[in-house]
């Protein structure tokens, strides 16, 4: 009662669930198309999968709490309050757990590609699929107990702190490994220009393009 007030922020129910269902079906999209594909049966697009997955649950677990906002409040149905306290702790558990997730599958594509690129002749022996599975096995079964301890003790600044630095390092992470990647190719591109004895303007314009794009795609 002495704390201030929360800035409520309103989103119209509609909206949300249109963005819920737009993302659950581009994600059963991404999923479907790589399970079908065998060509897409590689180490980078398993960690997409996996990444749409975690995406899905996030979405298909706004829906179901928008739905059952809306059925309550409109009186259509009805249960305890403790049962309600269960359901959102794992929808919460769910939510929390698929951002953590995210971000090491996000970060898991990175160093996949960044293999690729600078250890190109033993990719396939340093990215065995059995290992990969591992990885995957790993993040799912970290991303899950510490979602759950994050929902359980969520009023503690540990709590707080311990999101805020994975974020951040995981944000540094990608980011040192694109930028190392992106130099390369920049570099490979000017030995190629060389080799052709292309103009340095054009060149360089082309790695202000992939500069460009890197920045928009981290943005994002």
Known sequence: QTEPPCLEVSIPDGLFLS?????LV???????AIAKNRNLHSPMYYFICCLAVFNLLVSMSNVLEMAILLLLEAGVLATQASVLQQLDNIIDVLICGSMVSSLCFLGSIAVDRYISIFYALRYHSIMML????????????????????FIAYYN?????LCLVTFFVAMLVLMAVLYVHMLARACQHARGIARLHKRQHPIHQGFGLKGAATLTILLGV
């Open 156 to 160: 503690h600044t540990a709590v707080l």
């Open 130 to 149: 059995p290992r990969v599975w591992r990885a995957i096995v790993a993040i799912w079964v970290v991303s899950v107990l510490s979602s759950t301890l």
């Open 26 to 32: 581009e994600n059963v999209l991404v999923v479907t």
């Open 19 to 23: 963005l819920g269902l737009v993302s």
